[in-house]
């Protein structure tokens, strides 16, 4: 836990959509989560597709000092261009005349994310031998940026050295190979414990990548227009699918957030 930083305010940054209202959600919960505990002086959440924007938030900022965190599962486009344009940030520190602001690395990146992707897997597939298990993480995938699977592939690599005791890990993409579509033939344990590692429930984790596994032949409505999650698990070629909500959902994301802003003080925050 990072000490308190009363005269500081921090901006969780999100994507947002303009066609999913479960976009931003978890960016407002995490949120919500950190400004109950008080260390900060104000907590404030901008986006790039919903309101506030980044230009606008900045201007609720009262603080000397701000943190900005941007709520992404990898380094890319977002968070490499246009999360510093918005903002005008010309490095890991920036002095924007009114209050300084420091940019932590996304929370996807950080190494605390493999505890909430076990925690995620073990509560998805309750009381199943993970000898059992084959575990997939779940990414979007996209040829355009080499960024957008390194921190899926980062996280694989590390389950696997853990020896946790899956039959295998392996990542998979919903536009690139290894594809999820190929879950069957990917994995051979008779149970699939699948985790999206997306920030949010919206139109991937919750309605594209199901119709990819063949968990439903067509997209569902949002996440928050269904009364019951999903039941799990989903019998098909003979095996059980253990499907998860996507890992940004997480409660103990908001742990990770600070995680990443103790990270910055640590390795980029000036000296006084």
Known sequence: MISPKPSSALILVGHGSTLNPDSSQPTHDHADTIRRTGLFS????????????????LRMVDSPEVYIVPNFISEGYFTQNVIPREFGLSGRTTD???????YTDPVGIHPSMT????????????????????LIIVGHGTGLN?????????????????????????D?????????????????????????????DGLHSFQDIPVLLGMESEPTAAA?????????????????IYYSSAIGTEPLLAEVMLDQIAAFDTNHKPAA
């Not at 907590?43 to 980044?54: D, G």
């Not at 505890?115 to 084959?134: H, M, N």
């Open 115 to 134: 505890r909430l992707l076990l925690k995620r897997a073990a509560e998805v597939a309750e009381g199943i031998p993970l000898t059992e298990c084959s």
């Open 96 to 102: 924007l005349g009114h209050t300084v602001a420091h």
């Open 224 to 240: 928050s227009q269904i009364e019951v999650f999903r039941r799990n698990p989903y019998h098909l070629h003979g095996r059980q």
């Open 172 to 200: 998979a993409y919903m536009e690139e190979p290894p594809l999820i579509a190929d879950w069957a033939t990917l994995t051979s344990a008779p149970n699939v414990i699948v985790v999206p590692f997306f920030i949010a």
């Open 146 to 170: 080499d960024n957008s699977t390194k921190a899926i592939k980062d996280q694989v690599e590390i389950i696997r050295a853990m020896n946790c005791g899956f039959a295998e890990v392996i």
């Open 42 to 57: 104000e907590v404030h959440c901008a986006f790039w597709k919903e309101e506030p924007s980044m230009r606008e938030v």
